[in-house]
């Protein structure tokens, strides 16, 4: 299958942008990219006038059955907003409800430009059948957490689902889907719980994802138990010896900071779930300045609501600015690496995230020829600046198209809502 892009404007995920080139799909990868046309008969020619083509987009940190409680808890702190309503909710989680509310949530990314995301929950089983069949990329991971000091990896259930699910689905689907170790929190684990965790990710190679220093009283009460930082906390448990993608990082310390640049971790900035709980806001120039690799998340749909990774570059780039009243160090160009090349890379995607020959075909293309965008002085600063997920025109993910103007190609988005809205009316009774 070749697939022709023909003179497009394309915005590379270092931010630079070139117009008047053409880029040819072959199968899975870009083959070529350059002004001259190529030769040669093509499956489809789209035509790239008044178009803007990009690295596909990558959602680092979310729960994506969580579309079920979206605007079912609002109004509250995290631990009100967990313990009063969103446990209680999950306690009445079945297998049916995620797939369904997993493709519902995938059908948003898609929509919005995602072509892969990364997720922490239980029932992977049913979200790793939702990704296989809709062509979107994901990184898996159970979520574990243990209470028992004395816990022992053969006596933990969550810990042997997350295992299983691990030799089962690891790089099936061509690569597509893989699957990561996780530890929900340092406030919902133990130490031995950590260690044989991370004993397995390093022993298989594969990643963790946690949640870190999402709150003041999370970070305080793990200095008060342990006389460490959750970030200490970790290292002291042999968590960084594997690739780490830690949620939120809101407050973390200097010390933290450093910590997470030297053992390579990535931090993920979910601006909108943070603000929404009353959580705070990333130090996003001091971890930077540090080496850490950043990426964006939306975090789940029942504290953001929607998961549109587009909303968070916008949100993330204007909050920085208001925050730290410095309106020139953190230019466009980094938030369209953080939300592409970042991405692949905290993902252990070493050939996606970049436009370049070689590279997975993982693009997105965005009508700017719209009354939101035009005139455009700068074609990076438009994209984030002017530009939003409605103007997704295509999402392409290993060279398949998955969404194009306005149709899905790889799910029946009305059969999708229909299935969805029968287990909402009765998923509270």
């Known amino acids: 299958m070749k697939i022709l892009f023909d003179n497009i404007t394309v915005l590379f995920e270092n931010g630079v942008a070139d117009t008047e080139l053409y880029l040819l799909v072959t199968d899975k990868t870009i083959s070529y990219v350059g002004k ?12 790239g006038h008044g178009k803007l083509l990009c690295p596909g987009f990558y959602n680092c940190h979310t729960h994506a059955p969580m579309t079920l409680f979206r605007g079912y808890a609002e109004n509250l702190p995290l631990s009100r907003w967990l313990h009063e309503k969103i446990f209680p909710a999950e306690d009445k989680l079945y297998p049916e409800a995620v797939y369904a509310a997993s493709m519902l949530s995938i059908a948003e990314m898609i929509k919005n430009g995602t072509v892969s995301f990364s997720d922490m929950y239980f029932f992977c089983d049913e979200i790793v059948n939702a990704v296989a069949e809709t062509g979107i990329k994901a990184n898996i991971s159970r979520s574990t957490v243990a209470f028992d000091p004395d816990i022992k990896a053969e006596e933990d259930e969550r810990f042997k689902e997350a295992a299983r699910i691990f030799e089962r689905y690891h790089n099936c689907e061509d690569g597509r889907i893989k699957i990561d170790m996780s530890i929900h929190a340092e406030y ?8 044989y965790i991370s ?3 390093a022993e298989h190679h594969t990643g963790i994802q946690l949640h870190l220093s999402e709150t003041c ?10 006389g460490m930082t959750p970030t200490e906390f970790f290292e002291a448990n042999g968590v960084f010896r594997v690739p780490v993608t830690a949620a939120h990082c809101v407050h973390v310390t200097d010390a933290d900071v450093q910590l997470l640049g030297k053992y390579g971790a990535t931090a993920v900035h979910n601006p909108a779930s943070n603000l929404k709980l009353g959580s705070g806001v990333m130090r996003l120039s001091t971890l930077l300045d540090c080496g850490v690799n950043v990426t964006l998340g939306t975090d789940g749909a029942a504290s953001n609501n929607t998961l549109d990774v587009m909303k968070e570059a916008y949100l993330a780039a204007i909050l920085q600015k208001g925050v730290t009243g410095d309106t020139e160090k953190l230019k466009s160009s980094i938030f369209i690496k953080m939300m592409t090349e970042n991405g692949a890379r ?4 070493a050939d996606c995230g970049k436009i370049a020959e070689g590279y997975r075909a993982d693009l997105v293309m965005l009508n700017f020829d719209e009354i939101n965008v035009i005139p455009v002085y700068d074609f990076c600063d438009s994209f984030l600046y002017s530009a939003n997920s409605g103007n997704v025109a295509l999402t392409m993910a290993d060279g398949k198209i998955l969404y194009e103007n306005g149709e899905f190609q790889t799910l029946d988005i009305e059969k999708v809502k229909y299935r969805f809205q029968q287990i909402i009316r009765t998923y509270f009774d």
């Open 188 to 195: 919902s684990t133990v130490p031995a719980s950590c260690r």
């Open 346 to 349: 905290a993902q252990g995607r």
């Open 199 to 201: 004993e397995f990710a």
């Open 36 to 47: 001259t046309r190529p030769d040669g008969i093509f499956d489809r020619v789209i035509d």
């Open 217 to 226: 009283s999370e970070h305080e009460s793990c200095i008060e138990k342990y």
